[in-house]
């Protein structure tokens, strides 16, 4: 079973920038379409950007602009530059193929406070 293990969240400040990673380990996603995706309490787990396996992005409107995501098939990871972050930014952060079809992993949390 494809195991996803999300990392680098924390604490920031509004306009302050984090990096997230997404590692895929028992299978690789060097021809799967990968997304992102974060949720809040009582909130439906929202898409925030997709990529496909030759790095064709795009994005959710409220994030456009000021994240970025991309991958590195050799390492079966994914990445998720978030710059600019706002309050609204705050959420759990998850990554799947695009179909959802893994089990999701525990994700990291972002907190963005002033």
């Known amino acids: 079973q494809v195991q996803l293990v999300e990392s680098g969240g924390g604490l920031v400040e509004p306009g302050g920038s984090l990096r997230l990673t997404c590692a895929a380990s028992g299978s690789g996603f060097t021809y799967i379409p990968m997304a992102w995706y974060r949720q809040t309490p009582g909130k439906q787990r929202e898409l925030v950007a997709r990529?496909?396996?030759?790095?064709?992005?795009n994005y959710a409107d409220s994030v456009k602009g000021r994240f970025t995501i991309s991958r590195d098939n050799a390492k079966n990871t994914m990445y998720l530059q978030m710059n600019s972050l706002k309050l609204e930014d705050t959420a759990v952060y998850y990554c799947?193929?695009?179909?959802?079809?893994?089990?999701w992993g525990q994700g990291t949390q972002v907190t963005v406070s002033s």
């Open positions: 799947n193929n695009v179909g959802r079809s893994w089990n």
């Open positions: 990529i496909t396996p030759g790095g064709s992005t």
